[in-house]
């Protein structure tokens, strides 16, 4: 049996008295996806945001390699580094060019050396068809293009998992697909990821589970063939009708 | 010229005339003719207004004894050179203060944003130091340090009032600024904090090097008012008889009983203030376009 890469067990968080999760259980393998959807507002980003400490959930317990993610060994960045989110408006710094963005983690945090730095930076950047663009600043690049300097950024540190936030949410459509391409690739190497996100195609290709929340509980846990195709709560099935109507899928 | 699609001519039916290079973009030349009129309306006003308010203070009876007291010219000549070495002071005190508000603001800002629990005694110290030294009047602040502490003649300390009057300034004005520093801090949108955070910066790491180069270019425009206020309150060290150009030209004053030398300060005030108040002008507009820019 392998060891589980993210072991989430009875998770529960809440906003001042607003519940947000409710005893959240998921495991994620090594080199395994696991989409996760559900409507706005049901915890999704909360689930991720909790894995890497961007906020702390109140119980239960979630393990990163068989460690708990308040472990003190993680020292105070190592959580980060080892699980890093891309977020869905792809936040970059404004003042830092493409290269400094990508590099300020391996420099400030991890102590690398400011050639050592830009040469990797140069070459996750090529990786992507972005090299050229390694002295612009955000501003002067495409939401697609953007979104690709972020995922660079969150692979700079060579995290073992990435949690993607609705990264395709904030782009214009005929932009989707590059980026998509990316986490595509990402999977192909065995990247362990766990992706929120509205398309629905996408995680039923890509996903090797797909969990569906709501109201801050995990309704349903499947393969996307078995949750798209015979989805057995019917608030889930209720919820793929809404996406299905709006042409999502 | 407008094209109209009516109804004998729908416009979907239309050829097309597309053929050749498309026409130039229009030359959005200045128009004299259009600007003229205005301006000299304008200016015409202008005059009429500051020519007749001259003409009536001119004209009054009491005329030549007002220009003798505050306009001589030989009083103006005679006392320059003192009014501008004070002057000179009021420049250096200027930058020197500046310099320091700008470094320690900046200090009570970070501290105060610092957002770990360890640090809640020092930012409840900041927030008692804001109150205390807004609430206070720069004035009566400069008189308690500038006359109060040099009467002490504390061992190992400076006993110069300019040095404790400038203190003064400094201490009050930083209040000010800190409370600029963190409007830009708030204004950093919290997505930056949580993408420094996630990619695994300490705080102090996220607030060097994501949240302050942003904050403090967004706070530049309110900055420069303060720079030109500043530049102008320096003169306040004059009541501890630091000799800046207001005292030099009261001393003038004091000795020939001619309101002329104080005339001469304000127009080296004007002379240093105008500029600054143009380039603070100039660099709102830019910021404003840039922010424009920015929310398409
Ligand atoms: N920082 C916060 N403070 C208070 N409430 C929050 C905060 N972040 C999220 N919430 C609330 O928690 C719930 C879940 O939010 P979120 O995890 O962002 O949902 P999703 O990503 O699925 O749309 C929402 O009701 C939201 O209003
Ligand atoms: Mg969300």
């Not at chain 1, 830009?118 to 293009?145: C, K, N, T, W």
């Not at chain 2, 009083?75 to 002071?89: D, E, H, K, N, T």
Request: with cysteine; hydrophobic share 50%; aromatic share 8%.
């Amino acid at each position: 049996m392998t060891k589980p890469m993210i072991e989430i067990d009875t998770v529960t968080k809440y906003f001042g008295d607003k519940l947000v999760l409710d005893r959240v259980s998921l495991t994620v393998n090594p080199h395994e996806v696991v989409c996760l959807i559900g409507a706005s507002g049901s915890g999704k980003s909360t689930l991720l945001r909790c894995i890497n400490r961007l906020v702390d959930h109140d119980y239960g317990t979630i393990r990163l390699d068989g460690m708990a993610n308040d472990d003190p060994r993680f020292g105070k960045t190592g959580l980060q580094q080892r699980a890093s989110i891309v977020f869905q408006a792809y936040n970059l710094f404004p003042h830092m060019t493409v290269l400094d963005n990508i590099t300020l983690a391996p420099r400030r945090v991890q102590g690398q050396p400011r050639a050592e730095a830009e040469e990797r930076g140069r070459a996750v950047l090529g990786r992507f068809g972005m090299d050229s663009f390694a002295a612009s600043y955000p501003e002067q690049l495409s939401g697609g293009q953007q979104q690709r300097v972020a995922i660079a950024r969150a692979l700079m540190t060579r995290p073992d998992v990435l949690l993607l936030d609705e990264i395709t949410a904030a782009l214009d459509p005929e932009l989707v697909g590059e980026v998509l391409a990316i986490i595509r690739g990402l999977k192909d190497e065995g990247m362990t990821m766990m992706i929120v996100t509205h398309e629905m195609g996408f995680a039923r290709e890509c996903a090797d589970r797909v969990a569906f929340l709501d109201g801050g509980v995990i309704l349903e846990e499947e393969t996307p063939d078995r949750l798209f195709g015979a989805p057995q709560e019917p608030r889930t099935r209720a919820f793929l009708q809404r996406i299905v109507a709006s042409g999502r899928l | 010229m407008t094209q109209k699609a009516d109804a004998a001519h729908p416009r979907a039916v239309q050829e097309p005339v597309r053929r050749g290079p498309p026409p130039p973009p229009p030359k959005r030349e200045f128009d004299w003719r259009s600007a003229a009129i205005p301006a000299a309306i304008g200016t015409l006003s202008a005059v009429i207004v500051f020519g007749s308010l001259a003409w009536v203070i001119t004209s009054a009876e009491q005329w030549p004894r007002i220009k003798l007291q505050f306009f001589s010219l030989d009083a103006m000549i005679a006392s320059f050179p003192r009014v501008l070495q004070g002057f000179w002071v009021n420049m250096q005190v200027w930058l020197t203060v500046l310099g320091c508000i700008l470094i320690w603001a900046l200090v009570l800002a970070v501290v105060r944003s610092l957002r770990a629990p360890w640090f809640a005694p020092f930012r409840l110290m900041v927030v008692i130091y804001i109150d205390i030294f807004r609430g206070v009047p720069v004035l009566l602040l400069v008189l308690l340090f500038g006359f109060g502490i040099p009467a002490l003649s504390l061992p190992g300390l400076p006993n110069s009032g300019l040095f404790w009057g400038a203190v003064a300034m400094v201490l009050s004005y930083a209040a000010y600024v800190a409370e600029i520093y963190r409007s830009g801090i708030d204004a950093v949108h919290e997505g930056q904090r949580a993408a420094a955070k996630s990619l695994g910066l300490s705080e102090w790491q996220t607030l060097r090097y994501a949240i302050l180069p942003q904050a403090l270019r967004n706070v530049v425009p309110a900055l420069m008012n303060i720079v030109v206020a500043l530049q102008k309150d320096v003169a306040l060290l004059s009541v501890i008889g630091v000799r800046d150009a207001v005292r030099e030209a009261q001393i003038y004053t004091a000795t020939t009983f001619n309101y002329s030398s104080l005339i001469v300060a304000a127009g080296l005030f004007l002379l240093a203030t105008i500029p600054m108040a143009r380039l603070a002008d100039y660099l709102s507009r830019r910021d404003r376009r840039r922010r424009l820019q920015i929310a398409e």
